[in-house]
């Protein structure tokens, strides 16, 4: 791959100042290039992890396009850095094929397989390498181009709906991190949180209206027990649900559940 297969973006790869800038509008405009992945930038002791995220079965098809983007990465990387790029590391959440030869001749670097992650550790050296076209004007021309581009996508849906939506999925196993949602939408944290900025709304804001939302829907269309209501609304336990339900609603879940069933509570 070549920066230039990639249009515009491939126009704002290249001219960022450097490598981790490059890297930065990966993670911030992935969506002009694909609906299916994201991109994240995480610093570490050792530099940073630049990590693909695609869920899905880590079938044949998934591994070797999972392993396309990670090389195009690479690629791409080595055509706009101003002196050799190499990796430290390369991981793999599929298993290992029957020789790593290929794939560490490629990448100059350790490669390992079967881990946690779909990701490049480059250096923090590395990332900090002035980017051969580099040129601060032109960053800004595309940045404000690809921000453009983004919100021309747009969204049938509105994004908080969004937001709710998935949180709402998730609660079962906790609250998520504003990150872990910002990725399922397509973007940056630090886009999501602006953007709902603009809409007057809190990350916060959305996940307690997702609490509040699937709490009534549990409680009028379900028999589960109000403890496993809680549980499911991501609450540790029924007092603390049963508290933020009168907040929400001015009465217990319980009593929310009868006059719902049409049944009259108790005096």
Known sequence: MRCDDYGAFGLA???ATTLRGSYDRAERYARVLTSVSTYEVEPTADGSFM???RSGERRLGMR??????????????????????????????????????HHEAYFSCPVYF??????????????????KLGDPGLSRFFETHLEAEVEALGDAIPLDRQVRDHVATCLSEGIPAVSDVARHLGMS???LQRRLAEQGVTYQTMVDEARRQLAKRLLQQ??????????????SGQSAFTRAFKRWAGQ??????????GISSPS
Not at 71 to 86: H, K, L, T, W, Y
Not at 222 to 235: C, D, H, K, R, Y
């Open 222 to 235: 379900t028999n589960f027990s109000l403890i496993e209501v809680a549980f499911m609304t991501g609450f």
């Open 189 to 191: 944290g630090r886009t």
């Open 13 to 15: 790869w290249k001219s």
């Open 51 to 53: 990590h693909l995220h």
């Open 64 to 101: 070797l396009s999972n392993e396309a983007t990670i090389a195009s990465i690479a690629s791409i990387s080595q055509q706009v850095a101003s002196a050799p790029f190499r990796p430290l590391a390369v991981f793999f959440k599929h298993a290992a094929p029957a020789t790593l030869e």
């Open 252 to 261: 217990t879940p319980r009593s929310y559940r009868l006059q719902a069933q």
């Open 114 to 131: 079967g881990t946690d992650r779909d990701a490049l550790l480059v250096s923090t050296e590395t990332l900090r390498m002035p980017n």
